[in-house]
């Protein structure tokens, strides 16, 4: 079975545009629903066939008590967010922590702050701290529920680094917070 799946671009990301960031901007993604339907590409995608997210009456009989997305799922937020500001990234690294699950028809966002920026030569890698949410209710306040906690470096391409706010120069050629 094949899958097609369409590519967006966001509105402020086209291929070749060039990106400015500095150590401690913050980027969000748009918020997310993840489906039944997402859950079992992904399962089918990565052979995760474990039944605590494809089947309810499994699911509903262990901890969790519903059907949730595959943690690592989930954290496909964190480099579909880098990449939608910065074409062409590549995330080398992930160091994540899973915390809560996701169930399915949740609402989910991430989150991403450039902690340090190695600014040799041409090449732009950059160490983010990552966290993927949910969202609740409660009362008039909504709530953001920590489900995917870490770090992600990632090679920028089309990283120029922000005049707005120069960023201290250690003696290592590496800007850090």
């Given at each position: 079975?094949?899958?097609a799946?369409?590519?967006a671009r966001?509105?402020?990301?086209?291929?070749?545009?060039?990106?400015?960031?500095?150590?401690g901007?913050?980027?969000?993604s748009?918020?997310?629903r993840?489906?039944a339907?997402?859950?079992?590409a992904?399962?089918?995608?990565?052979?995760?066939?474990?039944?605590?997210?494809?089947?309810d009456?499994f699911?509903?009989?262990?901890?969790?008590g519903?059907?949730f997305?595959?943690?690592?799922?989930t954290?496909?937020?964190?480099p579909a967010?880098?990449?939608?500001?910065?074409p062409g990234?590549?995330?080398?690294?992930?160091?994540?922590?899973?915390?809560?699950?996701v169930f399915?028809?949740?609402?989910?966002?991430?989150?991403?702050?450039?902690?340090?920026?190695?600014?040799?030569?041409?090449r732009?890698?950059?160490?983010?701290?990552?966290?993927?949410?949910?969202?609740?209710?409660?009362d008039?306040?909504?709530?953001?529920?920590?489900?995917?906690?870490?770090?992600?470096t990632?090679f920028?391409?089309?990283?120029?680094?922000s005049?707005e706010?120069?960023l201290?120069?250690?003696s290592d050629?590496?800007?850090?917070?």
């Amino acid at each position: 079975m094949r899958l097609a799946i369409p590519l967006a671009r966001a509105a402020s990301a086209s291929a070749g545009a060039v990106v400015k960031l500095k150590v401690g901007d913050v980027l969000r993604s748009a918020r997310r629903r993840f489906t039944a339907e997402d859950v079992a590409a992904y399962a089918a995608a990565t052979g995760d066939l474990n039944p605590l997210h494809l089947d309810d009456a499994f699911a509903r009989s262990g901890s969790a008590g519903a059907v949730f997305a595959q943690g690592m799922l989930t954290a496909s937020l964190l480099p579909a967010l880098i990449a939608s500001r910065f074409p062409g990234s590549v995330c080398q690294r992930h160091s994540l922590s899973l915390a809560a699950p996701v169930f399915v028809g949740d609402e989910a966002g991430a989150e991403v702050r450039a902690l340090s920026i190695d600014a040799a030569g041409e090449r732009r890698m950059v160490r983010f701290a990552a966290e993927c949410f949910t969202y609740a209710k409660c009362d008039d306040d909504e709530l953001k529920i920590l489900t995917v906690q870490g770090e992600v470096t990632a090679f920028l391409p089309t990283l120029r680094l922000s005049p707005e706010a120069p960023l201290p120069e250690t003696s290592d050629n590496k800007y850090v917070w």
